[in-house]
């Protein structure tokens, strides 16, 4: 399996971008699409997640209302649109795949397959 990330760059506050990860090599057994993002010195944290088949998307607390998570299954291609950013959204941004048990989608550790990251900086 192998994921590409892309759409990152620099934006000012109240901004918008969308990321995309193209995936190849996916399999069912891949059952979840899932963001998380990596800022300096700080964990990588959970971000958006969402299933194979668009089904029940789950945001962090502090990006929800403000980032959609979304696929396209038929170009293989998950999707999120970052509406409202702040500086404190400013990080790299990764999207994984992987099949981990519905409690534990939040957590990076549970992902077998990660793209290369791209980053994310918004100005204030």
């Known amino acids: 399996v192998q994921l590409q990330a892309s759409g990152g760059g620099l934006v000012q506050a109240g901004g918008s971008l969308r990321l995309s990860c193209a995936a190849s090599?996916?399999?069912?057994?891949?059952?979840?699409m899932t963001w998380f993002r990596q800022a300096p010195g700080k964990e990588r944290e959970f971000v958006a997640s969402?299933?194979?088949?668009?089904?029940?998307?789950y945001y962090a607390d502090s990006v929800k209302g403000r980032f959609t998570i979304s696929i396209n299954n038929a170009k293989n291609t998950v999707y999120l649109q970052m509406n409202s950013l702040n500086p404190e959204d400013t990080a790299f941004y990764y999207c994984a795949t992987g099949s981990p048990v519905h409690s534990n989608r939040i957590f990076a550790s549970a992902y077998a397959y990660w793209g290369q990251g791209t980053q994310v900086t918004v100005s204030s």
């Open positions: 969402i299933t194979r088949f668009g089904v029940t998307p």
């Open positions: 090599g996916m399999t069912f057994s891949n059952r979840y």
